[in-house]
């Protein structure tokens, strides 16, 4: 028999151990999952702007003063009763006339201006001119503007002058000269008292 030479007996025996010891065993089963980290901070805003910065919000202008309405020329009167009551004759129509004051009504009013006149009886307040059945006859209250007053009259259409012109009306007047901006359309409706004297911030 022959025999193994030493040298060659220790490789072998050295091969055989380090085999065994690189075989890997059985894989394990995948653990369950670790719970979820904490939310990390939020990323700061990006910049805008031509240099990349934010510019800063500018500072609130002053309030600017109202305006006005466009009634500083025009003339408005308090409630009055009218006076010197009387019978008059006009076109041959037969009328009861009485009279209210207005000082400021000037001839260039009166050829270039507007007047409006509007009553009341304690029943509302209404436009002139106002068509009624007062008396028991179809009759009508109007008004024509006179050089420091105006002229309120009631003419009944069987042109009898029969329905008197009472003394409890009470009136009111706006003056509108000529050229104001008033005068043109102001969205306002004339026959509506409580819309004019909203308009015209009355004072009673």
């Known amino acids: 028999m022959h025999r193994v030479p030493r040298l060659m007996l220790i490789f072998a025996v050295s091969f055989s151990l380090l085999t065994a010891c690189s075989k890997e065993g059985p894989q394990g089963q995948t653990g369950p999952a670790g719970p979820q980290g904490p939310q990390g901070p ?5 910049t805008n702007g031509k240099d990349g910065t934010d510019g800063t919000t500018g500072a609130t202008g002053p309030k600017g003063a ?7 020329n025009v003339i408005y009167s308090s409630w009055m009763y009218a006076h010197n009551f009387g019978d008059s004759t006009i076109d041959n129509s037969a009328l009861k006339v009485g009279y209210i ?3 400021k009504l000037t001839s260039t009013i009166l050829n270039s201006g507007e007047v409006k006149v509007y009553f009341t ?10 068509t ?12 024509t503007p006179m050089l420091n007053k105006i002229l309120i009259y009631r003419f009944t259409f069987d042109n009898t ?3 008197a012109l009472s003394t409890l009306l009470q009136y009111r007047y706006i003056i509108i000269p000529g ?14 008292y409580a819309e004019v004297a909203a308009y015209y911030n009355f004072k009673d």
């Open 42 to 46: 939020a990323g700061t805003n990006g």
């Open 66 to 72: 109202t305006g006005a309405t466009g009634t500083a």
């Open 132 to 143: 009624s059945n007062a008396g028991g006859k179809p009759n009508i209250i109007s008004y």
């Open 101 to 103: 004051d207005a000082p």
């Open 179 to 192: 050229g104001v901006a008033a005068r043109k359309s102001t969205g306002v409706n004339w026959d509506n």
């Open 161 to 163: 002058n029969s329905v």
């Open 121 to 130: 009886y304690g029943g509302g307040t209404f436009t002139l001119p106002y």
